[in-house]
């Protein structure tokens, strides 16, 4: 079975610095693997590279069976990314922005109001516009659109930050579901406790490289 991911030597580079240093990962089917590693690691980045958002700049990444030397426009709609931002529309409605980007995969009507249910947004919020929403209700609300979208790769970057205990409970219960349905989930995350008992596997970064558990250079 070919690997979803599967990166060797990969560099990417922010202007002159090199957020990636020769990364080499491989992450086969239905995993859910935890990065973790200090601010400024390389973890964002890796999950840009493996989104198609940040250019590989020497090495090899191929993702779901796209080269992103040539194939990075390919991998964005099999790819679903959650990061710091949650790529939320204000002026519309949660309903709206769930419905929106699950229009970009062809999602069915009964699979947005799935996925509206499933992150505790389908009574009283679906309505509301996203500008009035909490900061944790936003975040809910980027899930949804998430699982709306069918992504077989998830990139999730600090997923739990400000959900509630139940929400936390609720996201941790969609990623084992995704999971066991055959997506793929890497996860970046300082909580360590929570994030490692979802995790399958732990992937240390370091100065923009993976490290092995006797701390070499994978």
């Not at 516009?129 to 975040?139: D, F, T």
């Not at 995704?178 to 732990?202: F, N």
């Amino acid at each position: 079975m070919d690997p979803v991911v599967h990166l060797s030597n990969a560099v990417a580079v922010l202007g002159q610095f090199p957020v990636l240093a020769g990364v080499n990962l491989t992450v086969n089917r239905g995993e859910i693997v935890l990065l973790q590693g200090p601010n400024g690691a390389g973890k964002t980045s890796l999950l840009r590279l493996c989104a198609g958002l940040l250019p590989l700049a020497r090495g090899e990444a191929v993702l779901l069976g796209c080269d992103l030397r040539t194939q990075r426009e390919a991998v964005r709609s099999r790819v679903g990314l959650l990061g710091h931002a949650n790529g939320l529309y204000a002026d519309l409605t949660v309903a709206e922005n769930v419905r929106f980007w699950g229009a970009t995969v062809g999602a069915s009507k009964p699979e947005v109001q799935a996925a509206l249910q499933r992150m505790g947004l389908a009574q009283r919020l679906s309505d509301v516009a996203v500008s009035r929403l909490s900061a944790g209700q936003k975040r809910r609300t980027a899930l949804a659109c998430l699982i709306a979208r069918r992504a077989e790769l998830w990139l999730l970057d600090e997923p739990h930050a400000g959900l509630d205990a139940a929400a936390r409970d609720e996201l941790d219960a969609t990623l084992r579901d995704a999971a066991a349905a055959g997506a793929t989930i890497i996860v970046a995350s300082h909580e360590l406790e929570r994030a490692g008992a979802l995790a399958t596997r732990v992937v240390e970064v370091v100065g923009g490289q993976i490290r092995t558990p006797n701390g070499e250079v994978a």
